[in-house]
């Protein structure tokens, strides 16, 4: 199984950015745990981050035979981004969207997601956790 980890807008700065809400581990860290327990699993990790939106989605586009599964924190492009809905249908992806935080918790813009419909699971508030819960599910 091969599975795209893939990470929007400000995750870059995981670890330092609001580590009250989003905690303390780094997204090197949080990459290096998905691959660990991938390899214990059996499966393929490829990871990729990005701050642009048209990046996001040109990296779905090149994996849509390669992936047999996403892991998708989207960032704040979760709240508006139909450009992401649409390439993650156009490229019949089975994706995990996957939030550090609770967002339906959250202020209400943060609540909606425009992509949970194209999903096909998604994981809430458990931080770094989630990500090992959401490829588990993907390779279950
Ligand atoms: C987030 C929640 C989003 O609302 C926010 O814009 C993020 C992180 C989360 O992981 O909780 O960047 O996706």
């Not at 450009?83 to 339906?104: F, M, N, Q």
Request: with cysteine.
């Amino acid at each position: 199984m091969n599975i795209l980890l893939l990470n929007g807008p400000n995750l870059n700065l995981l670890g330092e950015r609001e580590p009250e809400i989003y905690g303390k581990t780094t997204l090197a860290e949080l990459e290096a745990l998905v691959y660990q327990r991938a390899r214990e699993l059996g499966a393929e990790v490829r990871a990729f981050q990005s701050n642009h939106e048209g990046e996001l989605i040109d990296e779905l586009h090149q994996s849509r035979r390669w992936a047999n599964g996403v892991i998708f924190n989207p960032g704040a492009f979760t709240h508006s981004s139909y450009a992401l809905r649409d390439a993650i249908v156009a490229c019949k992806l089975r994706v995990v969207e996957v939030h550090l935080s609770d967002i339906t918790q959250r202020e209400p813009w943060r609540r909606v997601s425009v992509l949970e419909e194209v999903c096909a699971h998604r994981v809430l508030g458990k931080g770094v956790a989630g990500y090992l819960e959401a490829l588990e599910w993907l390779l279950k």
